[in-house]
Nanobody
């Protein structure tokens, strides 16, 4: 069983930065996987923010391109989301996600709140 634990959320002013971390238990990083971050704002559906493959190939939502950077440290079983130039519309619960294509399995973390407000 894989467990994902997010950290790093909080309250930040517009224009500020935060770095989210997602630590994965188990041996998920030793097999082919796609790690990602999703977010869900109040009253809205959960949406993709960014994903990264084992090979380091990344995909971003248009709304965060140029501001957010996803990265991974396979030695630490951890994926990061560096968020810069934050806007109030970035306020949401951010969820870590892990997909294992070979087994068609998806795991979710419990989420971490990010609030951008002055």
């Amino acid at each position: 069983q894989v467990q994902l634990a997010e950290s790093g959320g909080g309250l930040v002013q517009p224009g500020g930065s935060l770095r989210l971390s997602c630590a994965a238990s188990g041996s998920i990083f030793s097999i082919n996987n796609v790690m990602g971050w999703y977010r869900q704002a109040p009253g809205k559906e959960r949406e993709l923010v960014a994903v990264i493959t084992n090979a380091g190939i990344t995909t971003y939502a248009e709304s965060v391109k140029g501001r957010f950077t996803i990265s991974r440290d396979n030695a630490k079983n951890t994926v990061y989301l560096q968020m810069n130039s934050l806007k109030p519309e970035d306020t949401a619960v951010y969820y870590c996600n892990a997909k294992i294509p070979e087994y068609d399995v998806t795991y979710w973390g419990r989420g971490t709140q990010v609030t951008v407000s002055s």
